[in-house]
């Protein structure tokens, strides 16, 4: 969801510039000037605990990544010799944006993916063991933890287990995006060779 609302809000800020741009940017340093976790609270406190709100939650705190990550590249992109080429064969702007400009930013987005993926599962866990993600009977880790709260003088391997498989799941979601960059980008890997 995040992607979907962040890419094109960050393709339409990088092309047209000026005060698309500086609207969208603005627009998206508000969402950044809010941290996450509390932006994440007040949106489920309006929809109310449930799956589908800490979806929606987690999506709008993400949305500021991909529409920056976005613009970007789009900025980069948009002087190039064959968004020019384009251009000047009459090409459409919706063609260009589209057709041109995206299919060429696509790889640092597929990384960042990987990176969004390992944040929602860190805000989806902390809403949940404040009690306002996912609620019971639904599977949460984050419930788990919080569960595990009142077992911890007794029995401290309760709450152990989800924690680890968070840090596993977060830290290979890291890695994927590491191998995901290397692998799209292969100019990075030979610049740590040199």
């Known amino acids: 969801m995040a992607a979907m609302f962040g890419v094109p809000l960050g393709l339409v800020g990088g092309y047209f510039g000026r005060t698309a741009?500086?609207?969208?940017?603005?627009?998206?340093?508000?969402l950044l000037a809010i941290p996450a976790i509390l932006l994440a609270m007040a949106i489920v406190a309006v929809l109310g605990a449930s799956g589908f709100s800490v979806a929606i939650a987690v999506g709008v705190v993400s949305v500021p990544a991909y529409a920056r990550l976005t613009r970007a590249s789009t900025l980069?992109?948009?002087?190039?010799?064959?968004?020019?080429?384009?251009?000047s064969i009459g090409a459409g702007t919706a063609y260009i944006m589209v057709r041109t400009i995206l299919p060429n930013a696509v790889s640092p987005l597929i990384v960042q993916s990987a990176n969004v993926a390992a944040h929602a599962i860190l805000l989806e866990a902390a809403l949940s063991f404040l009690g306002l993600g996912m609620q019971p009977p639904e599977p949460s880790w984050g419930s788990i933890l919080s569960a595990a709260r009142s077992f911890i003088e007794h029995s401290p391997w309760y709450g152990l287990l989800p924690g680890i498989v968070i840090t596993i799941c977060v830290i290979a979601l890291n890695g994927i995006g590491a191998g995901l960059q290397l692998a799209l980008n292969p100019a990075s890997l030979r610049g740590t060779r040199e």
Not at 21 to 30: G, K, N, Q, T, Y
Not at 76 to 87: D, G, M, W, Y
């Open 21 to 30: 741009d500086a609207v969208i940017m603005r627009l998206m340093d508000s």
């Open 76 to 87: 980069s992109l948009k002087e190039r010799e064959f968004v020019l080429a384009a251009r």
